[in-house]
């Protein structure tokens, strides 16, 4: 039925007289309890933590009880506390507003969904609000290819050089950059920096032993990880990808030089043997 008032009759058979019949007012109202956006940041910078505040809002003429907001889906990456919120009971069109700490530990578009469930009577009823933050690694710890060669024979070592810079308005710690590949020889296999202050820059080098490599362009992903220096929560950049040609190695010219060399020492004696022949005659 559509909202409004409806005044279904009341039929009472009276025995031995009239029967009486009066209008009885239904009134049907449809009207949710539901979550509204009242401050939530469209990105944050990764290892941020931010409070995001949500309105919880009795549309209904009535009373409702047992509101619960609870936290129902969210992306990997994403941590929220509390997970969820009692509230009770919400009076005829009252609002409250509830806050919720959310952190996160991957860069990326994170997508998350709260749920509030409530009591019109005794019946159940749940409303879902969906929204979604861009988490971006700016402004943060960032990892700086400083050199690497663009092409490199098969077999040689590449050298690749890295900057890490502390751009966050914290210290860190436990600050470390490894290479994200299994199969290949890099040393080292992690390059620990340990602890860096605010504005900090340091270097990391790694040493990559081609003889494994195929011919051709190659992909090399690093990945930075550290720890928040109050929390001791670890976070991860997104990898980041070294690009180096792998060369045919140039064909050796030693096979032929040591010929060479050895027909030279061959007619050496041969050349003397027969000068002294001739010599003698």
Aim: hydrophobic letters at 40%; glycine letters at 6%.
């Amino acid at each position: 039925a559509q909202d409004g008032t409806y005044l279904p009759e009341v039929c009472i058979e009276v025995e031995n007289g009239e029967n009486v019949r009066f209008p009885v007012p239904v009134k049907v109202d449809s009207s949710v309890v539901e979550i509204l956006e009242k401050d939530i940041p469209s990105e944050i910078s990764l290892s941020e933590s931010k409070e995001i505040e949500i309105v919880v809002a009795n549309n209904r003429p009535n009373l409702v009880s047992g509101v619960n907001v609870r936290m129902k889906l969210k992306s990997d990456g994403l941590e929220f506390t509390p997970e969820q919120i009692f509230i009770g009971d919400l009076g005829a069109y009252e609002k409250k507003e509830i806050n919720f700490t959310f952190t996160p530990i991957a860069a990326g578009n994170k997508e998350f969904s709260f749920e509030v469930s409530y009591k019109n009577g005794i019946n159940s009823h749940q409303n879902e609000f969906k929204s979604s933050i861009l988490v971006r690694s700016i402004a943060d710890v960032k990892l700086i290819l400083v050199n690497a060669p663009e092409s490199v024979l098969k077999g040689e070592i590449a050298k690749i050089d890295f900057d890490v810079a502390n751009g966050k308005a914290k210290d860190i710690k436990a600050v470390s950059v490894m290479p994200e590949i299994e199969g290949l020889r890099i040393l080292p296999s992690e390059y620990f920096i340990g602890d860096m202050e605010v504005g900090d820059v340091f270097s990391a080098s790694f040493d990559v032993y081609t003889s494994s490599l195929h011919i051709g362009d190659t992909e090399i992903p690093f990945k930075l990880v550290f720890r928040d220096v109050d929390t001791d929560r670890r976070y991860e950049t997104t990898g980041y990808l070294v690009h180096i040609e792998v060369k045919e190695p140039h064909k050796s010219e030693l096979p032929n030089l040591a010929l060479f060399v050895a027909l030279v020492i061959i007619f050496i004696p041969v050349a003397v043997f027969v000068w002294v022949r001739v010599k003698r005659k």
